[in-house]
């Protein structure tokens, strides 16, 4: 079974800083474009951030500066630094990747997401 499993979220003070990981495993061919998306409470899903299997990187509108998208294609790995956090970053943070099992073909998963709250 192939999953994506997300880590580093919980509670920071305003000005801190996070690093989020989200790590898949299974019977994995290849991996695609990785994805970070977020969901404040009340408030559709935005996408923050896309990582292509060769290192380019997208950020959502407004959202470049504060947040960087890296992967570590060794482990399966993707990670998102996230600095100078606002309370308005409370959200749950997901992880979408885009991925070729070695039984059922193209996938696109989602990971079951990681609470990062903000205080002020």
């Not at 404040?40 to 500066?65: C, F, M």
């Amino acid at each position: 079974q192939v999953q994506l499993v997300e880590s580093g979220g919980g509670l920071v003070q305003a000005g801190g800083s996070l690093r989020l990981s989200c790590a898949a495993s299974g019977s994995i061919a290849s991996i695609y474009d990785m994805r970070w998306y977020r969901q404040a409470p009340g408030k559709e899903r935005e996408l923050v951030a896309t990582i292509t299997s060769g290192g380019s990187r997208n950020y959502g509108d407004s959202l470049e500066g504060r947040f960087t998208i890296s992967r570590d294609n060794a482990k399966n790995t993707v990670y998102l630094q996230i600095d100078s956090l606002k309370p308005e970053d409370t959200a749950v943070y997901y992880c979408n990747a885009d991925l070729r099992t070695m039984t059922t073909g193209y996938v696109k998963l989602w990971g079951q997401g990681t609470l990062v709250t903000v205080s002020s």
